[in-house]
C-alpha cells in the first residue's frame, strides 16, 4: 500500500516498516514500490511537522539508520528512469548530501 492515514502509518513504522523497505532496496532490483511507498511515509512525518505535532521528521531517522537513505542515493544513479526519478525527489525532499558525502535530514 502506498497510501494510509497518520495514525496507520505510524503503526507500519512501529512495526518495522522502514526497516523492512530499507531490506528491499537492498536486495531487489523491483524496487519502485518499496521506494514510493518510503516516499509516503517520509511525506506523513513531514506531515506531523507542519501540524506541530513533531519538531522534526520522526522517520527519516528511522531510513538512515537501516542504511536506507545510502540505498536510496545509489538508486539516484539507476538506469530505470522511474526508479532514479523518484530517488531524486525522495533526497531532493527529504535528505541533502553535505561536503562529507552523508545524508543528512533536510530543516
Same mark, same amino acid.
Given at each position: =500500500? ?10 507500519? +513504522?512501529? %512495526?518495522? +516498516?522502514?526497516? =523492512?523497505? %530499507?531490506? !528491499? ?5 523491483? !524496487? ?6 518510503? *516516499? $509516503? $511515509?517520509? @511525506? /506523513?512525518?513531514?506531515?506531523? +511537522?507542519?501540524?506541530? *505535532?513533531?519538531?522534526?521528521? #520522526? ?11 545510502? /540505498? ?7 538506469? @530505470?528512469? &522511474? ?10 525532499? %527529504?535528505?541533502?548530501? &553535505?561536503?562529507? &558525502?552523508?545524508?543528512? #535530514? $533536510? !530543516?
Amino acid at each position: =500500500a502506498t497510501e494510509g492515514s497518520s495514525q496507520q502509518l505510524r503503526h507500519l +513504522v512501529e %512495526c518495522g +516498516v522502514l526497516e =523492512a523497505l %530499507c531490506e !528491499v532496496l537492498i536486495s531487489t532490483l523491483d !524496487v519502485k514500490l518499496a521506494l514510493e511507498t518510503i *516516499q $509516503v $511515509v517520509l @511525506n /506523513s512525518g513531514a506531515e506531523l +511537522v507542519r501540524w506541530g *505535532q513533531c519538531t522534526s521528521n #520522526p522517520y527519516i531517522e528511522k531510513v538512515q539508520s537501516c542504511g536506507g537513505s545510502q /540505498s536510496i542515493e545509489e538508486f539516484m544513479l539507476h538506469r @530505470n528512469r &522511474d526508479i532514479y526519478t523518484l530517488a531524486q525527489e525522495i533526497m531532493a525532499t %527529504c535528505f541533502q548530501s &553535505d561536503a562529507d &558525502d552523508t545524508s543528512q #535530514p $533536510v !530543516v
